[in-house]
């Protein structure tokens, strides 16, 4: 079975650091971007981040740069979040898409989530 399982959320402080994982199965993570979504409550979901799986290149938001990390190791990819802010709070999700990030299909395959809560 394809499978996203994300891990890692938690409540922080402004300023700390979580690390997301996003644990992929059920297909051969080489030929998909995997990309960190996340959603605030009452927002839209926006994107975060994306690695593409056959040849590394990543993508971040501008409001992220500098702070947020992406990252792949065999089966498992990473969201390193340093210098968190109360804005980033909201749920994380990953997603798979066939391609790179140049050319992708859309995202078939989406994880359930983790939360994701920046509060002093």
């Known amino acids: 079975q394809e499978q996203l399982v994300e891990s890692g959320g938690g409540l922080v402080q402004p300023g700390g650091s979580l690390r997301l994982s996003c644990a992929t199965s059920?297909?051969?993570?080489?030929?998909?971007?995997i990309a960190w979504f996340r959603q605030a409550p009452g927002k839209e979901r926006e994107g975060v981040s994306d690695i593409s799986c056959s040849d590394g290149d990543t993508h971040y938001q501008d409001s992220v740069k500098g702070r947020f990390t992406i990252s792949r190791d065999r089966n498992t990819v990473y969201l390193q979040m340093n210098n968190l802010k109360p804005e980033d709070t909201g749920v994380y999700y990953c997603?798979?898409?066939?391609?790179?990030?140049?050319?992708?299909?859309?995202?078939?395959?989406w994880g359930q989530g983790t939360q994701v809560t920046v509060s002093s």
């Open positions: 059920g297909f051969v993570l080489d030929y998909y971007v």
């Open positions: 997603a798979r898409a066939w391609g790179t990030l140049d050319s992708r299909h859309e995202y078939d395959v």
